[in-house]
């Protein structure tokens, strides 16, 4: 009969989109102190999922059970009131208000009809010590990092005294001691009790922190198993085949230098970057977040000055911070920031996907409308883009087929210098090979490709050679045979040995 031990229960869950049906038959358990690990594929219905949970998006049909007892979750209060806490894939803090205020939105508490703040601030501080994040309480929460943007939803979830907690992809924009710290915070929740539910694409996470598994495959529950399960299981539940080789590296002969970088220095950001990447080469940048990758990335492609050095495309100088300079030259950047800058939310897929091109057509004076729609469909298919067609709005695809799309849209601009920066993230093992694929194609018909990653088997396993980034500066390079994980790891974090910088002992005196 019921588990005794069982916080919520889902049953015959469904929920239809106009052209997909998200949801189609979910049975899931959550027990008091348990990691529950959601894993499926890009698209699969995981978030729709737990938005039925937390009352953003009820189901269709089915029942919601919590404590044994079928419930209606209408609503984010109702979801309040049951003592479920969601952290959702895209945040839901207000960027405008403070720490202290986000955690006690729409409950501050009050002394004389008017928000006790002082008690407000007290509280909160106690909740982020709870959770070790060091920021003050009136710190505004656009001024923070994503890391800590999340620790601070989870202070939120902790001030509401959460039974359940769900987490959507919390890892995907970690770093991976922010991950040990994410970690331990969760293992501290479930040993007091509290039933998580976990999403992840990582799945040595699975692991590491899960008790156990349900597998979502087209919006069906198809199977649970313990979180012990070896990985090339759970990639055979997800994706319903195995996967022979996860990075498919093709290496073409290297051509003529397409992107060459010389002496790039952006005061105080990076200083002296100097690279090349040749037609069918791919070049990694490895390095801690921060180290300055994406802010040179952002330079080369022009969308950000910088004060020396200078960019070359076969050998041509762009003019520096002139993004139209650099898309005429042919270079593509695919942003980290995907619903920042990579996308349009409220067009539709194939007007996203015609963007670029759409723009270069345009200048001709002439739009070939058939024929980009036709590209964009060839093209989303090829992605496998799960979508209920070319016209739905990006907005509403899941969160790694909108990375599919930003992807998509310079593959269809024909770039013959593609930056991409951590390319797959939120993308699914499956969906990664074939990423990966493209970028071989893209290689094998002589484009040059720089990658940034903070995935370390992907650097490795996709780049013909790899930079290493310490401290704003090209810390080594390595070539892709003396490339290990170690090598990068100590460049990564050695102090650079070029250039004498203020780290040395400060003069004497005073
Ligand atoms: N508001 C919406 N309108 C239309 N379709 C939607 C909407 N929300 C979700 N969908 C569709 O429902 C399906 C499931 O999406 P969901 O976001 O649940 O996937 P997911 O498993 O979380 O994937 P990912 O791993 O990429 O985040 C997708 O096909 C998506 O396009
Ligand atoms: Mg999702």
Do not use: C
Request: glycine share 12%; hydrophobic share 45%; no cysteine.
């Amino acid at each position: 009969m019921s588990d005794p031990d069982e916080l919520l229960r889902v049953e015959g869950i469904r929920k239809a989109f106009p052209g997909v049906v998200a949801l189609d038959g979910v049975d899931f358990g959550l027990r008091r102190g348990e990691v529950h690990v959601l894993l499926g594929e890009n698209g699969a219905g995981k978030s729709t999922l737990i938005k039925t949970l937390s009352g953003a998006s009820p189901p269709d049909s089915g029942r919601i059970l919590v404590d044994g007892t079928e419930v209606r979750v209408r609503s984010a209060r109702d979801a309040e009131a049951l003592g479920i806490a969601t952290i959702y894939q895209e945040f839901n803090l207000v960027p405008d208000l403070t720490v202290a205020e986000n955690i006690f939105l729409g409950r501050q508490p009050r002394r004389f009809g008017m928000v006790d703040r002082g008690r407000m601030e007290a509280d909160a501080e106690a909740l982020l010590k709870r959770v070790g994040l060091d920021v003050h309480p009136r710190t505004r929460v656009r001024e923070l990092g994503i890391a800590r943007l999340q620790m601070v939803e989870i202070a939120k979830a902790l001030s509401l005294d959460a039974r359940v907690l769900i987490m959507d992809e919390p890892t995907a924009v970690l770093t991976s001691e922010e991950v040990g710290r994410l970690f331990t915070l969760v293992r501290s929740l479930r040993a007091d009790g509290v039933g998580i539910v976990f999403i992840t694409h990582h799945l040595d996470e699975i692991a590491a922190l899960g008790d156990r598994v349900t597998v979502i495959r087209d919006g069906r529950s198809v199977g649970r198993v313990p979180a012990s399960t070896p990985e090339d299981e759970l990639v055979r539940l997800m994706v319903g085949r195995s996967i022979e080789q996860q990075y498919p590296r093709e290496r073409p002969e290297r051509g003529e230098p397409l992107l060459a970088v010389e002496g790039l220095t952006r005061d105080g950001v990076f200083h002296d970057v100097s690279f090349e990447v040749r037609a069918g080469e791919v070049v990694g940048i490895a390095g801690l977040v921060g180290a300055g990758r994406t802010e040179v990335a952002r330079a080369v492609f022009g969308a950000d000055p910088y004060d020396a050095g200078t960019v070359k495309v076969r050998g041509t100088v762009l003019r520096r911070h002139d993004v139209d300079a650099a898309l005429t030259a042919g270079i593509g950047l695919v942003p980290e920031d995907r619903k920042g800058q990579g996308l349009v939310l409220d067009a539709s897929v194939a007007e996203n996907l015609g963007l670029v091109t759409l723009r270069s057509a345009s200048r001709g004076g002439l739009v070939d409308r058939k024929g980009q729609h036709a590209a964009a469909g060839r093209i989303a298919e090829r992605l496998n883009v799960r979508m209920a067609g070319l016209g739905q709005h990006a907005r509403t695809l899941s969160g790694g087929n909108q990375q599919k799309v930003v992807i998509g849209k310079w593959l269809l601009a024909d770039a013959r210098v593609l930056i991409l920066d951590e390319p797959t993230r939120g993308i699914d093992v499956g969906a990664k090979v074939e990423i990966y694929q493209l970028v071989n194609e893209l290689t094998a018909a002589g484009a040059a490709v720089l990658m940034i990653s903070s995935d370390l088997p992907e650097v490795l396993g996709m780049s013909d050679r790899v930079l290493v980034m310490a401290q704003g500066r090209i810390a080594g390079e390595l070539d892709a045979a003396e490339a290990t994980q170690d090598a990068v790891m100590s460049l990564a974090v050695g102090t650079p040995t070029i250039g004498t910088s203020s780290e040395t002992e400060a003069p004497g005196g005073h």
